[in-house]
């Protein structure tokens, strides 16, 4: 079934099983329980039990949480003109090993949608892959901040690119009532949870220099990337041609925010101006900065993503041990897809697990997050495995 028709659009009644978090507040009906005024003090939430439904559930970790007390400290200049984004800055650079352009924006979609941007005109056209967020969960954003560039999806298994396919989609048409091929884009980790490997992406890196495709990688989770592959990130952007990266905060510890890498620094001309038209420029931009100095100074944000990724191995272990569940795809990241029967599906919904269904190629995924204990894979293994009868 199509997981945003379920009727909780609809329905009166509190859904059972919000699809997506924010279809959850538009699905509750407004009354007073769920805004309070201003002056009533709120009850104290009614937090979830730790689930496995995406790496955005979690809270804000605790590096991120103190650079962001301790920025919250007296004056500073706004919009980017303050010690904190320039140390965070700094330590991109430091960490990418090259002088990149940097820029802090809210949220992932933007990142993804004014990069690309720059890469493009509008009559230009987007190679993804066809499970790619930049295609399939971003609500035309790309295609709409760069006016109407259009993306061609390519297949490929296990949510990677297949290189053929760039060659094949490139000349397939070459004339110029179809626009024209400009730019590739990657995920790392893939939607599917799996990661390209340097060689990987050098053999994509040939493609792309072939037809003068500029590279674009959503890096949403790309520190899970990083973990998993044990390689420095240089060695997976610009050492195999990536052109601009956004890399994702938000799933590695922080409440919000991403950075946008130029790796190609003339890409970057005008970019905060881009930032700004898109409601993306934060005037306190010190409070998007300070998380990153947290994560970056002493190696959380590789720490978290290790911790993730070893997760989610714990995970798919205690799944292979369960009759009827089949994993799906190789886990190389912090997310575990796999099938499961319908009747335990929907017995593991009853006692109030959440993990999604409707995600890349289908099949159930569990993401595992900085904050995933042992303790929680081992209480979502127990019940898989009493209400599947083993
Ligand atoms: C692969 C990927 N890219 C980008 C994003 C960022 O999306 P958002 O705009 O929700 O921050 C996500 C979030 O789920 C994602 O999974």
Request: proline share 7%; net charge negative.
């Amino acid at each position: 079934m199509d997981p945003w028709k379920t009727g909780n659009l609809t329905s009166h009644a509190p859904p059972v099983l919000a699809p997506r978090g924010a279809l959850a507040f538009i699905g509750t009906p407004l009354t007073t329980e769920a805004c309070p005024p201003a002056h009533v003090p709120m009850n104290p939430p009614t937090s979830l039990r730790r689930q496995f439904a995406s790496d955005n559930y979690s809270g804000i970790c605790p590096e991120a949480w103190q650079a962001m007390e301790e920025a919250n400290h007296g004056h500073s200049r706004s919009y980017g003109d303050d010690p904190w984004t320039t140390r965070a800055s700094d330590l991109l650079r430091d960490l990418f090993e090259t002088d990149c352009e940097v820029f802090f924006v809210f949220n992932g979609t933007s990142a993804n949608s004014l990069s690309l941007a720059s890469c493009c005109q509008s009559y230009h056209s987007i190679l993804c892959h066809e499970l790619a967020h930049v295609e399939t969960d971003e609500c035309g954003a790309p295609e709409y901040f760069s006016n109407g560039t259009k993306i061609l999806t390519l297949p490929g298994a296990n949510g990677k690119i297949l290189p053929e396919a760039i060659a094949r989609t490139v000349q397939k048409r070459t004339d110029i009532h179809f626009p024209k091929p400009r730019a590739l884009s990657l995920t790392q980790a893939t939607e599917l949870g799996t990661v390209y490997s340097p060689d990987e992406l050098g053999v994509l890196q040939e493609q792309t220099a072939r037809f003068s495709l500029k590279t674009h990688m959503d890096g949403a989770r790309f520190a899970n990337a990083v973990a998993s592959l044990g390689v420095a990130p240089a060695e997976i952007t610009w050492k195999r041609g990536v052109d601009v990266l956004c890399f994702g905060g938000t799933k590695n510890g922080m409440a919000i925010g991403e950075t946008v890498l130029f790796f190609n620094r003339p890409m970057a001309a005008e970019f905060e101006y881009r930032c700004k038209q898109a409601g993306q420029l934060a005037s306190k931009m010190r409070f998007l900065s300070a998380p990153w100095v947290g994560l970056l100074k002493d190696g959380a944000w590789l720490r978290h993503a290790r911790h993730a990724n070893a997760m989610a191995a714990l995970l798919e272990q205690r799944l292979t041990d369960i009759p009827g569940i089949r994993i799906l795809f190789p886990r190389q990241a912090n997310a575990v897809f796999a099938e499961l029967p319908q009747p335990l599906l929907a017995a593991m919904h009853q006692r109030g697990w959440i993990f999604y269904t409707f995600i890349g190629a289908g099949g159930c995924r569990f993401m595992c997050g900085w904050d995933t204990q042992p303790d929680d894979v081992e209480a979502l293994a127990a019940d898989l495995r009493s209400l599947s009868g083993s």
